[in-house]
């Protein structure tokens, strides 16, 4: 029942989120060892910054509160099914295991349709809705080589 009570906080924390009129619905937290180490709540609108969802604040606060960029012994309870910023965010942060609540569907259902950018994924470049184009200047592979050379490097 442990993870019951992290997904009511996770879910109370999105409700005030709204009742404030802070942001959209949806918060998160992090949790190491029985202990709420990170949480977040959407601030896009709050802050004017689009990355500013509740995952990706909550990875933000727990990694600066454990001072590392993985959360490999954590778990993440999130009020919703991650979006794929989101989830690009969770597998970088590397946590055990997400649980979440809302389903994507719900969430597309109140206004927050991510299906899109899952479609537009498979889109060659060129032809997106947003158009990608590559660009080679003559040094493009030099932050790579260094890399690559770097003794000093920390891996992630």
Not at 43 to 48: G, I, L
Not at 82 to 110: H, N, S
Not at 126 to 141: A, D, K, L, T
Request: aromatic content about 10%; glycine content about 6%.
């Amino acid at each position: 029942m442990e993870q019951q009570s992290w997904m009511e906080k996770a879910v109370k924390l999105a409700l005030e989120n709204v009742l404030q009129s802070h942001g959209g619905p949806f918060g998160a937290i992090v949790v190491k060892d029985g202990q709420i180490v990170g949480t977040g709540c959407n601030e896009v609108t709050a802050t004017n910054d689009p990355t500013a969802h509740a995952e990706v604040q909550a990875i933000r606060e727990a990694c600066r509160n454990l001072n590392t960029f993985q959360l490999t012994d954590c778990e993440l309870y999130t009020s919703c099914e991650p979006c794929p910023m989101c989830l690009g965010a969770i597998y970088w942060a590397r946590p055990k295991i997400v649980y979440f609540a809302c389903t994507k569907q719900d969430a597309a259902e109140i206004g927050f349709d991510d299906q899109f950018i899952y479609e537009q994924i498979g889109i060659p470049y060129p032809e997106r809705s947003i158009p990608f184009m590559q660009i080679h200047p003559e040094n493009y592979q030099s932050p790579f080589e260094a890399w690559r050379e770097s003794q000093s490097k920390v891996e992630y």
